[in-house]
């Protein structure tokens, strides 16, 4: 798949007929909101953790040295924390191409505090699409990022910021812990 998901997303759901659709953001999605956004709910789904394993060529790198950005990998055991928006469907117009660098949007069940549920949509990049990095330990992931950075900023930043983001949350995901305790103390 080519680097560019915007015109596949475009074609992925009829968003056209709903007033209002659920968006759940587990990395940057949680901590910088430049869209509008009717309402917003710390969520989870479950089946998913969070990895460190998408390259970044257009936010926290460049095509010929990536940055490391989050994505979703599946594993039924997981559950994976963050934030969800309610948001009008032309919204998705700007989101797509914030998340073009190979996120594909997928329908999952968002299960919120109260123990409501609802249907919305994710951003997930896999292993097939063409800015994919894979798996590293949590050291080598914090010095690839330590040393890069794009035109919205450093990678640590969006690590530091996503870690923090989570711990206003509540919810410590070990994964995201590490590396930034790793970053923290070079
Ligand atoms: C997300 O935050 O849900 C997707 C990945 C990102 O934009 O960092």
Redo the contacts with the bound molecule.
């Keep these: 798949m080519s680097h560019d998901t915007t015109a596949t997303n475009r074609t992925r759901q009829n968003l056209g007929n709903h007033a209002s659709i659920w968006l759940?953001?587990?990395?940057?999605?949680?901590y910088?909101t430049d869209f509008p956004f009717l309402e917003s709910r710390p969520a989870r789904i479950r089946g998913w953790k969070r990895r460190f394993w998408?390259g970044s060529h257009d936010?926290r790198g460049t095509p010929d040295s990536p940055g490391r950005?989050?994505?979703l990998v599946a594993d039924e055991a997981a559950v994976c924390s963050?934030m969800a928006y309610r948001v009008e469907p032309k919204v998705f117009e700007q989101l797509d191409v914030?998340?073009k660098n190979g996120?594909l949007r997928h329908v999952q069940t968002l299960e919120f505090a109260d123990g409501s549920s609802a249907e919305g949509l994710?951003?997930i990049?896999d292993e097939t699409n063409a800015a994919w990095l894979g798996p590293a330990t949590e050291q080598a992931i914090a010095e690839h990022v330590a040393h890069a950075s794009g035109p919205s900023g450093s990678n640590r930043e969006?690590v530091l910021r996503?870690a923090c983001a989570l711990q206003d949350l509540g919810e410590d995901d070990p994964h995201v812990s590490a590396i930034a305790r790793h970053l923290g103390t070079r």
């Design positions: 759940f953001g587990y990395g940057s999605l949680i910088k998408q936010h950005v989050a994505t963050g914030r998340e996120y994710v951003y990049a969006y996503l």
